[in-house]
């Protein structure tokens, strides 16, 4: 691998972690105003669509070439909602649905 690709993919890293991190981190201060509204509840909700629209197009390629993927990635949907819908948080959810689906695919391969 060129060294070129690993420093851009590390500064991408961090540039990523660095735009999710301080916003929350500014705002500890503040308190979080007790009504929301639409736009509130809108932007609440771009965490799951955005991992599920992710796990949709990387998933799409590998599922159209080996039939047998279509398994653990439902299994993998299914546990990202369902966990998303109890704790209402978009990190858990992502880990356990990842963890869902390589286990599916681990159980799946010995059949």
Do not use: Q
Not at 34 to 50: E, F, P, V, W, Y
Not at 67 to 87: D, M
């Amino acid at each position: 691998m060129h060294h070129e690709v690993l420093i851009l993919g590390l500064l991408v890293g961090l540039v990523n972690y660095l735009f999710r991190y301080l916003p929350l981190r500014l705002r500890a201060g503040h308190a979080r105003p007790a009504k929301r509204g639409a736009t509130g509840i809108l932007l609440d909700t771009i965490g799951i669509a955005s991992i599920c629209a992710l796990l949709v197009v990387s998933s799409a390629p590998e599922v159209l070439h080996d039939s047998r993927r279509l398994l653990p990635t439902l299994i993998g949907f299914a546990v990202l909602g369902a966990s998303f819908y109890k704790t209402r948080s978009i990190i858990v959810p992502t880990l356990l649905s990842a963890l869902a689906y390589g286990l599916a695919w681990k159980f799946l391969s010995y059949l």
